[in-house]
Nanobody, 123 residues
Framework: QADLVESGGGAVQTGGSLRLSCAASGRIYSSHTMGWYRQPPGKEREFVAAIRWGFGQTYYADSVKGRFTISRSKGENTVYLQMTDLKPEDTAVYFC????????????????WGQGTQVTVSS
């Protein structure tokens, strides 16, 4: 299974943008799904977005639809999360995960996680 390394987190003001990257070191198969989850301070980890590696179908949480875009580069073995119009409630540690089953829910379907990257949005 691939090792995952996230990057791109940081601190921005409300309305700002960030792009997160998740680089995988091993093989990702067409049947796999890559996803982003986040864990706000004091809360449970929650689903953000997912993308099927093969055909690129995307899925989003209602809270980020229209603001976040997930994409992948097969050549670079990397998944991205472009985040725009950021809000204070987007503040969280963002985790990249690999689901070998292809399912993006529940989060237990993800068998490999990155170390997480902090995103802080100030008002």
């Amino acid at each position: 299974q691939a090792d995952l390394v996230e990057s791109g987190g940081g601190a921005v003001q409300t309305g700002g943008s960030l792009r997160l990257s998740c680089a995988a070191s091993g093989r990702i198969y067409s049947s796999h799904t890559m996803g982003w989850y986040r864990q706000p301070p004091g809360k449970e980890r929650e689903f953000v977005a997912a993308i099927r590696w093969g055909f690129g179908q995307t899925y989003y949480a209602d809270s980020v639809k229209g603001r976040f875009t997930i994409s992948r580069s097969k050549g670079e073995n990397t998944v991205y999360l472009q985040m725009t119009d950021l809000k204070p409630e987007d503040t969280a540690v963002y985790f990249c995960g690999l689901s070998t089953s292809g399912y993006y829910l529940p989060q237990t379907e993800f068998k490999k996680w990155g170390q997480g990257t902090q995103v802080t949005v100030s008002s």
